[in-house]
């Protein structure tokens, strides 16, 4: 799959951020889950708030390596 600049792609975020070359971005922006405190059935695809944090802590992790990857190396050291 070839990334074309100024176009939007409906997928996964992961997928999306792996596709991308090594080191060739300057800014990664995220938008992460709010809502935490809400109580949730079942639509969320888990059945109480701790699994909720959980899923999204790994998934915010899963998002983090990947924007690690693709960020380049003076973005990484500015940031730090």
Same mark, same amino acid.
């Given at each position: 799959?070839? %990334?074309?600049?100024?176009?939007a792609y409906?997928?996964? /975020?992961v997928e ?15 938008d992460p ?12 695809? /888990? ?5 909720? %944090? ?8 899963? %998002? ?5 990857? %693709? ?10």
């Amino acid at each position: 799959m070839e %990334i074309e600049i100024n176009k939007a792609y409906e997928m996964d /975020c992961v997928e999306f951020l792996r596709k991308l070359p090594d080191e060739s971005v300057d800014l990664v922006v995220t938008d992460p889950p709010y809502k935490l405190t809400q109580k949730y059935g079942t639509s969320v695809g /888990c059945d109480n708030s701790k699994e909720f %944090i959980s899923i999204t802590n790994n998934r915010l992790s899963e %998002i983090g390596e990947a924007q690690t990857q %693709i960020a380049k190396q003076s973005v990484l050291t500015e940031s730090l």
